[in-house]
């Protein structure tokens, strides 16, 4: 029964092994999707290019089917899972600061990383900037602490949010990524062509 | 000939429904081993901490901030999330190497300077740095692996950094289009 890690199927020796492999074949997946390029990433916010919202939602709609029906067959435990927590402010107020960061520098955290990789001197000043905002951060710790701590509601899922079923919320959840695919192919369309 | 073939070939990325398909069997398969998902900022932030912790150690110590990821006898990067983006780098450097995408160069568009870009890149990744710290992840942390196990801040955190991104993206507009 999975996750086999915590419940000692794996030894723990191996954990850190298996992190470096986990990395690697997330970097060269990120890297062959494309998303060492800063202008394709940035594609998604202009509709000339829309491989971020495919990816990431393609990603998405993968891992919540399998993790759902793999917790139906009796392979993995759901209840074990780590279920990152709800701090309602800190949520909207930090992601909406991530949202500027990202069409400002192109990048996020994961992306900029698989562009260092490849030699982007863009990114190394990205990933440089990243350091430099959580210096910020760590130094101004006390004035974040209301929301950075506040508003908290635990580590809840949309089920316990919003008492819906979770297979009907994957099975909707799937359906709006398939027409967010095809309207943004509809856009693509209409949008002037940029090369880079 | 042969060089419009590589140059070409620099821009050949795999199918985005593939990626995606392959990036979500990784996720599932992280939290089959491990129980928990995957993530980017945080390695950035035990780099923070361990430097912090060796250029100044009282200042560490006395940081509510650093001091939660400080131990007595550990050493803050021997941390689960910097071994995985060590294999992150490696990862990416394969499959850059095996496209020829490997070189030192400042992406940007031509309607723009490098300098102009830099400058961007830098406050872009300071307001990230800051964002992830405030929402304790970033798309990798808590969005992506969020969803992925239907977590409410997951999915609220998606659609601030996108909603956010659409709504300014027209006041940098002249930075990619």
């Known amino acids: 029964m999975g996750p086999l890690i915590p419940n000692g199927v794996i030894p723990i020796e191996w954990d850190n092994i298996i992190a470096i492999l986990i990395g690697i074949v997330f970097g060269f997946v990120l890297e062959a999707s494309g998303f060492s390029s800063s202008r394709k990433l940035a ?31 009796g392979y993995l435990d759901i209840t074990q899972l780590y279920v990152h927590p709800l701090y309602l402010w800190g949520a909207i107020i930090g992601g909406i600061i991530m949202g500027v960061g990202f069409v400002a520098g192109g990048f996020c955290p994961g992306t900029s990383l698989c562009a260092v990789a490849i030699g982007k001197i863009d990114a190394i000043v990205y990933v440089g900037g990243i350091m430099v905002g959580i210096f910020i951060f760590s130094e101004l710790y006390p004035l974040f602490l209301p929301i950075y701590d506040g508003y908290f509601y635990g580590n809840v899922t949309l089920e316990d949010s919003l008492g819906i079923n979770p297979y009907w919320f994957v099975f909707i959840f799937s359906i709006i990524a398939i027409a967010a695919f095809v309207v943004s192919d509809m856009v693509r369309k209409k949008v002037k062509k940029i090369f880079y | 000939m042969k060089k419009d073939l590589k140059q070409k ?21 992280t939290f089959y081993l491990t129980g928990r998902g995957l993530g980017a900022s945080g390695a950035m932030k035990s780099s923070v901490v361990s430097i912090i912790e060796s250029v100044s150690p009282t200042h560490a110590e006395e940081s509510n901030y650093y001091s939660k990821f400080i131990t007595e006898d550990e ?66 942390g808590a969005a992506l692996s969020g969803m992925a196990v239907l977590s409410t801040g997951g999915f609220i955190t998606m659609l601030a950094i996108f909603g956010s991104a659409y709504a300014t993206a027209y006041f940098f507009r002249k930075n990619w289009i």
């Not at chain 1, 891992?63 to 793999?70: D, L, S």
């Not at chain 2, 620099?10 to 990626?19: A, L, M, R, S, V």
């Open chain 2, 9 to 29: 070939s620099k821009h050949i990325y795999w199918n985005p429904y593939y990626g995606g398909f392959l990036l979500g069997i990784l996720i599932l398969f």
């Open chain 2, 75 to 140: 050493s803050p990067m021997k941390n689960w999330l910097v071994f995985e983006i060590l294999g992150v780098l490696i990862g990416a450097f394969i499959s850059g190497g095996l496209s020829g995408r490997i070189g030192w160069r400042i992406q940007h568009s031509p309607k723009i300077t490098s300098k102009r870009r830099l400058v961007f890149a830098l406050g872009g990744g300071i307001l990230f740095g800051l964002g992830a710290q405030i929402a304790r992840g970033c798309t990798s």
């Open chain 1, 43 to 73: 594609g998604v916010f202009y509709g000339y290019d829309f491989a971020v919202l495919k990816v990431f939602f393609t990603a998405a709609v993968v891992a919540v089917i399998g993790v759902y029906y793999m917790d139906y067959l």
